[in-house]
Nanobody, 129 residues
Framework: QVQLVESGGGVVHPGGSLRLSCAAS????????IDWFRQAPGKERERVSC????????YYADSVKGRFTSSGANAADTVWLQMNNLKPEDTAVYYC??????????????????????WGQGTQVTVSS
């Protein structure tokens, strides 16, 4: 079965850290760019980060730059999002998605929904004191 499965969400105090995992089954991530998105209640989905195996390129939204880091396993079956110095405004459901059109990350916050054929189920991140 082809799917992405996320894990690692939870509740953390401001300033804390979490590491999200995005595991692929049934396919390899090596040919795609892998994005992380988040969506908070009442807000639009935001493109947070991207990593591409083809050129090791990454993208980060301005809101997370310097705090979040995306990396990938050598086996191209898992991608991680390390989130440090978390803030209450980082609270959201986080999703990973495989862009099957682009093998390289774009450096724009805008994205085309139809380019993402595989989505994870989402994992809740709550930052609260």
């Amino acid at each position: 079965q082809v799917q992405l499965v996320e894990s690692g969400g939870g509740v953390v105090h401001p300033g804390g850290s979490l590491r999200l995992s995005c595991a692929a089954s049934g396919f390899t991530l090596a040919y795609y760019s892998i994005d992380w998105f988040r969506q908070a209640p009442g807000k639009e989905r935001e493109r947070v980060s991207c990593i591409s195996y083809s050129d090791s390129r990454t993208y980060y939204a301005d809101s997370v730059k310097g705090r979040f880091t995306s990396s990938g396993a050598n086996a191209a079956d898992t991608v991680w999002l390390q989130m440090n110095n978390l803030k209450p405004e980082d609270t959201a459901v986080y999703y990973c998605a495989a862009n099957t059109i682009r093998s390289r990350c774009s450096d724009s916050p805008y994205y085309r929904q139809h380019e993402y054929n595989y989505w994870g189920q989402g994992t809740q991140v709550t930052v609260s004191s």
